[in-house]
């Protein structure tokens, strides 16, 4: 065990493997019979640490690395999207619908455009301003806001998977009749070239990330409601495992939305520029999303261990 300590399970053998489980074995074995001996309690410390030692090499995760990171990033996340992308669709569907039921209540009734976004937004929409003009000079400060914000609704809208998918539904029908609504109120006010190459070019990433973690929130409930013919304890693990991390794949997202939001989508910078920006962003977004993984190795140090731990 010491060995595998200081050069890490990867770096033993096939037969240092093997002995390193059949000792794992034997100390929990062992210490299974000591415990029962009130006299023996100095010895079954001892051997509880040995024992808790070995479970760490033998269970726990490899350290965190720069190459971890980079390989989650870029070859497993965009599997995982994949194979979650029914979740995200349904979460994208429910965002839709909603945004359509804005627009088509906002249209019949002008009053309602007022009682929900407020009269002080109305106002300045009614004045042909955009109320994110404030954005412009406290960009730094806007950013880090923006981000935090956006971070705060995906993770929420992530986490309250855990109600049955109730408040993910309710979070993704709150967004998408907010800015179904907003796009009509322009619209009405003829601003929806100022309102759309606002939200254009963040929008394509953050939109996105709302999506996938409205899928993340999902698959939770998914897992919780329909768990077949596992446990359903077990279910709702396999699925929190996917969910989290298809949330964290968001993360990088959400940073390049904010920052794009705080310094890019204010400015005067010409509407021409931010669509090809929108655009730019959203066909990388889509070439990293489609991204093949290179094939997986035919074996794995760690899994090999644990198989014959368990035998």
Known sequence: MEASRQRSISALRPEELQELALLYRQVASDLSTVREDPASTQLATYLNRILGRAHNLIYMGRKASTRGIWNFYWNVYPAVFRETFSDTFAAFTIFLAA??????????DASFLRHFLGPQMMDTIEQHKMWTDSIVSVKP??????????????FAT??????????????????????????????????????WSFVAAHGSLELPAIFISGGAGIGIARGLLFPGQLPRRLSLVLAGSRSVRLILGTVPMLIVAGLVEGFISPSPVSPVL??????????????????????????????????????
């Open 99 to 108: 945004a359509a039921v804005g627009v088509l209540l906002s249209i019949a």
């Open 274 to 311: 931010k669509f090809s920006l929108a655009a730019v962003l959203g066909i990388l977004l889509v070439l990293y999303l489609s991204k093949r993984p290179p094939k997986p190795a035919v074996s794995s140090t760690r899994a090999s261990l644990n198989t014959i731990v368990a035998k």
């Open 141 to 154: 400060a806007a950013s880090s806001a923006i981000l935090t914000n956006n971070i705060s609704v995906c």
């Open 158 to 195: 992530f986490a309250l998977g855990i109600t049955a998918g109730i408040g993910t539904i309710y979070m993704m029908l709150l967004n998408g009749l907010l800015i179904g609504i907003i796009g009509a109120a322009c619209w009405r006010e003829g601003m929806s070239l100022s309102l």
